[in-house]
């Protein structure tokens, strides 16, 4: 019997060795273990063995039946690492298949613009307001030092709305409505559309405006220097140069023209079209709140002071992107939206 | 205002560098748009002299000449022009040359007898449009010397931008006041010399203000025995430079001291006024007069005339009458020079819509105080270019003469404001400098009474502007203010926003900006969302066929798609924020957010293409709403849609029971408007709705402890029935242990009868305290399910 058993170990194990797959294992699993098994069938014969002999026998079977169950492990280890073998040799993908991409939406350029000078401004301190585009004469024109019958009133030409209002012709009235409302010190910007009886390729009756505006005791023609160029360098260029000369606005006096050195010739001038030859590129107009805005709000222009700006949102994206046609923001072609 | 710097010299000294002149412009606030250079075109054509003449050989009225040009022998050169004869300076083009029209000039044989160029004349040389003969220079012509350099048409022209509040800079001398401020030279002026003869110009004319709040000042001269014709080359080719075109010698004149001085100026014929008496006066009943340019103006009562009798000459300021128009019969003129107020012809020449250079520089103001000046430069220029004499005495009714007030000026402001020292001898130094006369005032302030020209300067912060001008903008100092630390804050409806487009930007829609206008058709289609009343009309819209303000984005998302649809895209998913406009006996304006989902589903790469359904759509906007923490509150409801939308395929968006907004297929009638097909939804929110809603701060939930058990459950229900009302009975049945429900399938067909179809939804049992018994659950769907079939005629499948 002894021998018998040893007979199975041997052959169990032998068969194991050659065997190549799961399913054969399985096989030799089933004849040799199973219920019909070869081992079975020797415990079957266990009765004939002599209690004394039983013990070891006994042992001798568990320890074969282990020894069985090991060399299964083993072989199906082995099975199962040539299996993944066989799999990893034999898989193969088109990698150069285009990915399957749930499409990207794109944020509208204008929008980018905006939310990077709004980003700007808020972090220099600026709160966000908004205010009516259908205005009246009196916010749009009147309090902000435009009087009736004044050739600066032709600076903006009007869409008149009936009722006796107008479509706002920029975003300064924002500027009359929160004063109106609060108190100095205020930080605010004006974000929004604004329109123009104009159209062509470098007008639109549309467009966008970001207004800004800072009151409190002791503002300076420095401090508005020192605002709007630490803004123009974060938007452009640490270190681009930048200057203001005068100009005219009703509501602003002192005033002044912002421009930055033109980063397609490097200031160099020349034959560059981006700053017609001059080095320098107008960004935004600005100046220290005239006192008649001040007394129209109930000011007092002896107690306060302010200086306020104006940026041109389509202008900047115009000149960020080199855009030449402003007629193309509103025209809503993918192919223009995607690449942005 | 086009500058030429050649006529600007006359006055100041510039230097040669062109670029730095526009410098100094520019940064005194003279904005250069543009730089010129101008020659007329003309290259190579020279002063030459015919030193000799003879008959063509071979030709009826062509002569060869012999034209000293300057350099080597003399040339033959072919002339057919009657006037040609020795001894006369002409304008020679030479083999090279070329002319205004292009033409390049050569050597050519002309019937037989070489010729080495051309003799031009007026028109030959772009002076003209038409000339007889050739160009007869003066005998002092220098022989060889450049034609457009000799003749003045060679100069740099400088476009400026003037600002509407620098009337003062609306003239060649106004300007060169500027260049001598801002870079210290001294300027050049002189009165004008007037040579007086004959009878005094008050015994022939007379003139009365009746408002004198509209015309402070009219003076006026007499000129006897003029003859009008054309202006002389140097005249023609100055008001060309500054953009004018020549008319006669009479007009050039005025125009020319206009250009010159910044005073518009009028001649009238003297011997075309009814009456001698020129009156400045209301239209009152007069309601019409005919002007120069032969057009009938009607007038207002309000217009400001010049008259004499019943007899309007000018709407004064804008332009003058036919009737008294100086022609070539002209021979005694009455020259006008006055001060009309601004407003007043601003008013009519913009009901009129008729702009002139003349009110141009009246609604910005001309300096009153030098209208004699004025008058009296164009008098002795007339008597140069047309003859004439002139009589004796200015007529001049001044009744609008004020008492100059002095502005005060305090130095310590001017630092103040300008947040760097400047020295009160500066501040002194700088308003001196512009011409203003500086007092003592109290308080070490400065009383200043600026110059009349410029009538800009009123208050004390228009000196301080000038100050800072002077000063230099650069030499300001720059830096930040000092002010507690804040952080700036977005609004709510901003923010807000910022997430939907993110959102929408995950989702593959691209955000668009629409123009604000639309046609009353449009409209009409699409009234909006949450408004009411009619659409805003504009007064003055860009487009005729776009009289209104949208009232609904709708419009601009539609536009959108068409125009992608017909460029051929493939996926058509756009969406915009932005503002509609209507008006309730109000004008109202709210924030919406619309957008269209068409074409194709909005993926790359391969696989198959599929159009859009309804729940493609609808799921874009619930994960808006999730975003916005408010998808829970979102019902879809079919009553109540527009017309425009098709009725079985749109829903109204409600928020806590209130319409928010529109998910939907156009109609197909609304279709075929739109000329649009295909698969399509369009949606459109209320935003500032969305913005109001209170939405509790977020909280964390517990995780759960205890698992949960799902059951599948199928029913049978009528085709038309909505799947929705399941699963909100299913979630109200017992919130406690039902979790979660879903539709995850819907069937029609076998072995569903006809006019059926099966739905199957997912139900998630859970209980916070236990894990849920299969016994349970199985009670628990069998009561649900007795609940349904009480609640809705449904059976189980
Ligand atoms: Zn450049």
Redesign the interface.
Known sequence: MKEDLENIRAAALRDLETAETESAIEEIRVRYLGRKGELTAVLRGMGKVSPEERPAMGALVNRIKQEVEGGIGTSLDRARAAERSRRVASERIDVTVPGRRPQLGRIHPLTQITNELVGVFVGLGFSVAEGPEVEDDYHNFEALNFPADHPARDMQDTLFVEGGRVMRTHTSPVQIRVMEERKPPLQVIATGATYRHDSDATHSPMFHQIEGFMVDQGITFADLKGVLTRAVRELFAADCPVRLRPSFFPFTEPSAELDIGCFACGAAGGACRMCKGTGWIEVLGSGMIDPNVFEAVGYDPEQVSGFAFGIGVERIAMLKYEIDDIRLFFGNDLRFLEQF | MKLPLGWLAEFVDIGADTAALCEVL????L??D?VEERSQGLAGVVVGKIVAIEPHPNGDRLQVCRVDAGAGDPLSVVCGAANARRGLRVAFARDGATLPNGARIGTTEVRGVSSAGMLCSEAELGLADQSDGILELPGKAPIGKDVSEYLGARDTIVELSI????GDCLSILGLAREVALLTGVRLRTHRPKVKEKGAAAAAEVSVRIDEAGACRRYAARVIRGVAVGASPMWVRLRLEAAGMRSVNNIVDATNYVMLERGQPLHAFDLAKLQQREIVVRRAGSTDAMQTLDGMVRALVSDDLLITTGDEALAIAGVMGGADSEVTDATTDLLLESAWFD??SV??TSKRLDLKSEAAYRF??SVDVEGVVDALDAVAALIATLAGGEIAPGVVDCYPGRREAEPITLRPERVS?????EIARSEVRRSVKALGAKVEKADGGALAVYPPTFRSDLV?E??L??EV??VHG??E??????V?????????L??QLA?RI?TV??????????????ASEQRNQLFPGTNTTGRG???????ASDEPE?RRSLLT?VV??WR??RN?G?G?????SI??V?W?DG??R?GWRVAGVLAGQM??????TRRPPDFGDAKGVLEQVFEELHVVDRISWVTESTLDSFHPGKTACVHIDGRPVGILGALHPEAEVTLDLDGAHWLFEIDLDAVVKLEVPPLRYAGLPRYPSVVRDLALVVDGDFHSGEISRFVCNWNPDLVEDVYLFDEYVGSPIAPGQKSLAYSIAFRAVDRTLTDEEVNGLQEQLMAALEQEYSVKQR
């Open positions: 520019t940064m005194g606030g904005e250069v543009a600002t509407p509040n620098r601004p407003s601003r008013q609604e910005r103040a404001l300008l947040g760097t208050r912060i228009d301080i502007e800072a001008r903008y650069g300001i100092p720059t830096r930040m203010p002010k507690q630390i804040a952080s700036g804050e977005v609004p409806r901003m910022q487009r929408l930007q995950g989702l593959g829609f691209s955000e668009l900006v629409g123009l604000a206008f805003t009309r504009l007064l003055n819209p860009i303000l601009s536009a959108m125009l992608n460029q895209a996926a058509i998913a756009g969406y932005g503002k406009y008006h109000e004008s304006e909005p993926t790359l790469g391969l696989g």
